[in-house]
């Protein structure tokens, strides 16, 4: 622990004086590069104490819910941008969302068409940020032209109602449109997505992430040649770019993160562990052999 600074002055003898109620201290831990940077000061009897710790911790990992908050038009794409806030990569600057902007800051997430993206810079009405080559080509932001819509949804905070479902804003591949229905005043997609690995992820009413949009899927065909299906109420047509694409255009997906965890999960419980114990199944396997065996 590292010395007390020196106190900003003595505690008055008036129990009515106005005292700042905490001192400087900086606590560092063995396990922990973070450090509490604030203590109360010790107080006078008569008065209530309630200790305040406030910790420097770095931001967590953006999460979002998948309920658009916004839809904003790109204004410029640059594939090589050299501003101060570009950096010499690709820079994408987004319009008309002046209402997700009221409390933004640098360096905060927002999902742009289901893409996890840093704010490098931003005014009233405008905000730009940076594009990874990873990103370009996972995703449909490539493609994207001046003009061009994007769904927008800005990173959730402790308050933030779970509307959707966790969405990462991780884009696993992109999905094309084969197929638009209407079906009384739904509308009815049919995408195919690029990777068909995907497709032993999606489940029929599972959770499925399209341009940053949390969905509920249809219907599911597996194979080579699968594609999946959800259907938009006349309400979210309203509120999402999706609606408005059509037969042959790109939409971003992302899988519920959920069902990967479950089949890491159980991959890992049938193949035993590193250290080259038996697997469960083969002891099953062994045990059904040597039960024959016996007969």
Known sequence: MQKLPESAGPIADDPKAEVDPHVPLSISSPISDH????????????RNTIIVLQPDLPPTPAMFTGLVEAIGTVSSLEPFDTSASG???TSLTITDCEDILTDVQLGDSISVNGACLTVTAFEKSWF???VAPETLRRTNLGSLTETSQVNLERAVKGETRMGGHIVQGHVDTIAKIIATTPDENSLVLRLQPRDPAVLRYIVEKGFITLDGASLTITQVKDGEDGWFEIMLIAYTQ????????KVGDFVNVEIDVMAKYVEKGVQAYFAGTAGGNMSILEKMVERIVEEKLKQ
């Open 87 to 89: 950096g010499e990569g």
């Open 128 to 130: 730009k940020v940076g």
């Open 238 to 245: 309203e509120k999402i770019v999706t609606a408005a694409k």
């Open 35 to 46: 450090c509490i940077t604030r203590l109360p000061r010790p107080l006078l009897p008569t």
